[in-house]
């Protein structure tokens, strides 16, 4: 297992995880504008040569918002997404950001339990957030 920053050349193996992993997958383009953000700070893992889980996360002054999660189907629920989390969580900390936000899906159990464990709390839920009007819920992570 590799665990390390994205790379320009990794797009197109984001974008294919992305379309794989989400009914309504952030574009080629989206991803692309996010990784030229100074602001955005992608990880990227791999095995054997293969992009198999990525996440980003959006840096503000003291507080920041996980925008992307996603582990290849074949790789979920063997810590993963616990590696691409904690990484993320650590580009954070190490940039002084105080606390994390995201949005998880009400039918996203997997994720939820994977966030709570992590020290995540719910906020609050908003109704209809997803382009298939899916409700997200709001959660947020409290760094010291």
């Known amino acids: 297992m590799n665990t390390r920053p994205w790379k320009i050349g990794d ?9 794989e992993c989400f009914p309504d997958p ?15 700070y992608g990880v ?3 095995e054997a040569g293969k992009l198999v889980a990525y996440g ?8 920041a918002e996980i925008e992307l999660i996603a582990v290849s189907e074949m790789y979920r629920r063997c810590g993963r997404g616990k590696e691409i989390l904690d990484a993320l969580l650590a580009v954070a900390q190490a940039h002084g950001i ?7 899906r009400v039918s996203n159990a997997g994720a939820q339990i994977l966030y709570l464990k992590s020290g995540f ?24």
Do not use: H, T
């Not at 819920?137 to 010291?144: C, F, P, T």
């Open 44 to 46: 990227a893992l791999e």
């Open 56 to 63: 980003g996360i959006q840096l503000a002054i003291d507080e």
């Open 98 to 104: 105080r606390r994390v936000f995201l949005e998880v």
């Open 26 to 40: 952030w574009s080629r383009r989206m991803l692309a504008e996010s990784f030229l953000s100074d602001r955005f």
């Open 121 to 144: 709390v719910g906020l609050y839920c908003r109704p209809r957030y997803y382009e298939d009007e899916e409700d997200a819920i709001v959660m947020v992570k409290e760094l010291s």
């Open 11 to 19: 797009l197109d193996a984001i974008a294919a995880l992305e379309a």
